[in-house]
Every structure is written in structure tokens, then in C-alpha cells.
């Protein structure tokens, strides 16, 4: 049997015992004492009445953030992306099909209750369901059924082989809950905080959990987030002592922010892009010409300069980034060609025709990339007319209800859960509504091969084929920019998500 915790160390044999620390992050790799106390107010972009304390309902990073304080997952990311223990202590398979989870004794959620093994099928399962709205419904459908099989032990049975299995439940919408919580007016985790107060669309409190189940941890008294919509007021109260992190610091803010003695930026290489969406269930945007149209009308160059002063990797309208090993290279760069666009655009039939594209300070970049498009748009006949919207509510109000309109996504940890997440014909974040039979097909055929380098050349016919009839244009992708007071201690670098991938909350401590 193997024991494994991570599709790409499946070789060797992984043993529990305490999840580790993030590599570069802990402070027992940087060889510092941390210090227990102290309270800290970190600042996101966007909150709404739609913020919520249910994990698999989490769609922001505030959401993730918050998650990942007040639960606990049964792996953790480690900084190569790699999974390690978490709830459980191991994860053993055979086949890649049937999963045996052996849970670590001595976990209580913040009411007192031990973490069982019905927690755990509760919590897998719930995601299948269409009444729980959750975020990652079309990744559990490979849930094929979960069942406690000892005291510290649940049998995972899965459709169909995925060895990328415990990287998944890493993520945060997979964090465990008590068995049959369908009340999420309050949080009860087994995570390194508590829940001192929430307030969807305003803030949420956290106090540290005396009982968390690694000892010491976590090493702050309390943190407060909010979220600070506009990026000059989120530096300036960073820069002002009323914030002590942000995340999503401008590139045009960093000589700024570096400036000042008392502050850093951390950059970090990542997947992340913002990327025009293309409604295929709309006659206009759903017009392949259209779309090719505005996909030669993105110039990335000057996007990469202007836009992100470098802080960015030239991207070619595949999700997969270069972070990913299965990022496929081969495929050839779409140039910026305006005389290309047109003649797409003539095709189409839509010179002329005045086309609304919603922008917001919410998708990083969108606004000055929605002016780009619309001055190169006017070169070639296209009246494309940008709305700016507020960053406060974009994701419930805007994003995905327009035909045309720009969206944010951050890499995920496997190449798999990119697909499924947001280009599988019945995900829920599906943004363009794309469809298309022979990706799920090839989706499913890469997640049940047991040979990486067929599972790499599928993903790669997958990036071409996105690339060529997907319905969104990626022009770059963004490196991570979090500002700090230097105070804080114990921040590393991964290339999921902002601040430590939203999971700062139990490496970080305050040296003052």
C-alpha cells in the first residue's frame, strides 16, 4: 500500500506526525524564537453581505483567510505545494480509487467536541449536495462515497483514480466541519482561532484557540480583517500604522511602500490573472469570432509594463501558468495583432455595435485593462463601452451576470482542480459558461491515468485546446505583491493566494 499525502512524492512513503510548517515561513526554519501575544488588523480587497463562515461556500480571499483561521483541513500546502498532515495524520491508497484517512487523536472543535470520523464524511460529502451551494460541488462529484471504517478512521472511495487527492483537500473549501452543521450563523472549527466576531461586509475578529492541536500555535492574541476596497487607502493605511498587512499591493505603490523603513512588499511568482470573460450563452460575446477578436486585441507586452511595471509573466489564454509543471510551452504566442482583430471582429458581424465591459477595482488590473481595449477597440470598429464598478459586491453583483465582464483567479495547487474549478462544463465557476465535451473528456482521462507524463500530454492538448476555443483571454500572469509592517515575522512566499495563500493566521507573530 502507499502512503502518500502528495501525488508528486507518491513514490516515497509520507508518516504523520505534526503537519510541518510552511518551508520557508516557520519560525523554526528561520531559526527565531517567536513570540506569543499581540494583535494585528490585516486589510483584503472586497467584503459583502455575501461573506460567509461556511467553507464551502468561500469565494474571496477575506472568505479563505477567515477560513483558514477558524478550521483546519485534513492536509496542508507546504511551500512547493506539496501536501502534509493536517487533521490527518495519513492517506494511504492502493489504486488512486479507495483512500483510507487515519485521523490524529486529541482534536477538538472550539465547543469542546472531539474530531470523529463522522465530522469528516460529514464534511466531504456535504459538497455534493446541491442545497449546501458549495463552491467545489463539480470537484466532490469524483466523491463517490465516505464512510467511517474505525475510531480514527474514514474509507474515501473516489469515481474514478485521482492521485492529486490530498494536494485537493488542502484547499479551503474543503476544511472540516462538525457532522451535520448546516448553521453557519456561528463558526465551530478546530482551526488556530476563534470566532470573536463577525460582521458579513464590515470585519471579522479571530482570538487565539489556547487548545489548537499543535502545540504553541498559533502565536498572535487576535487579528482582526477588513477590507479596503481602494488600493491608495489600503497603503496609505498600511503606511499609517492603522493596518499592519495588505494584500494586493499595486505595482505602481512598491517603490513606495519599500521607501518606507518600517514596511516591506513580498513578491511572489504566481498563476494569477485577470482575465476578460466571454458569456457563451449570449448571441454576441458568444460569437467565436468575437472572442478571437479579443483575444488579438490584448497587448500583453504593454500590459506587462504599464499595467504591473513587471511584476508579471506573459500569458497566451491558457489558465496553466509556468509555476505548473504541467504547464505546456509549446503552444505558440498570440501576438497582439490588430489587423487580425478586425478582420474577426468584420466576421462576426460587430462593427460598429456598442458593447458594454464591466471593470472593477475588485479584478486587479481590469480597469486600466478595459481602457487599453477599449482605445485599441475604436482602431478596429469595436464600441466597447467600460463600466466601472465598485469593488464592494463585484463578485455577487457583476461578475459572471454580464455578457461581457473581467474576472480573478488565483493559481491552484494542482493542474486538475484549475480544470475542474473553472473550465468543466458544469462547474460552478465556470465564468464564460463554456462547454465542451471533449475537454471533460480529456479531464477525465488525465485524472484516471497512473503515468504523470500522459497525464502532462493530456493537460497540455487541454491548454491548446483552451487556448484556441476557450472564451476567455488571459494576457498576463500577476505576481503576488503583500505589503507589511516589519514587525510582523514568520511570512513566506507561495504562489496560491496572497499572505502565505490566506493562511498566514498560524505561522505569523508580532516582534515588538
Known sequence: MIETLSSDISRRTLLGGLAVGLATGSAEAIGRNPRIGGSIRVAGLTSSTADTLDP??????LDYMRHYMLYSGLTQYDGQLRARPGLAESIATRDNVTWRIRLRRGVHFHNGKALSPDDVVYSLMRHRDPATGSKVKA?????ASARRTGADEVELRLTGPNPDLPVILAGANFLIVENGRRDFKVANGTGPFTLAAFAPGIRTVVRRNPNYWKPGRPYLAEIEMIAIPDELSRVNALLSGDVQAVLAV?????KRVRSSPSHAVMETKSGLYTDIIMRQDHPTTGNPDFVMAMKYLLDRELMKRALYRGFATIANDQPISPVDPNFNPA?????????RAKFHLRRAGLV?????????PAANGSIDMGSILQEYGARIGLNLAVNRVPADGYWATHWMKHPLTMGNTNQRPTTDLMFSLFFQSDATMNEAGWKNARF???LLEARASTDAARR????????WLLNQNGAVGIPVFISLLDGYDRRL???SSIPLGGLMAYNFGEYVWWDA
Open 456 to 463: 502532462k500530454a493530456i493537460y497540455g492538448d487541454m491548454q
Open 440 to 442: 471533460d473528456k480529456w
Open 139 to 143: 470537484v466532490a462529484e469524483q466523491f
Open 250 to 254: 499595486n505595482p505602481g505603490s512598491v
Open 56 to 61: 464551502a461556500k468561500g469565494n474571496t480571499a
Open 331 to 339: 503552444i505558440p504566442q498570440r501576438p497582439f495583432d490588430l489587423d
Open 489 to 491: 515575522k514568520g511570512l
Open 352 to 360: 460598429g455595435m456598442r458593447i458594454p465591459i464591466y471593470v472593477s
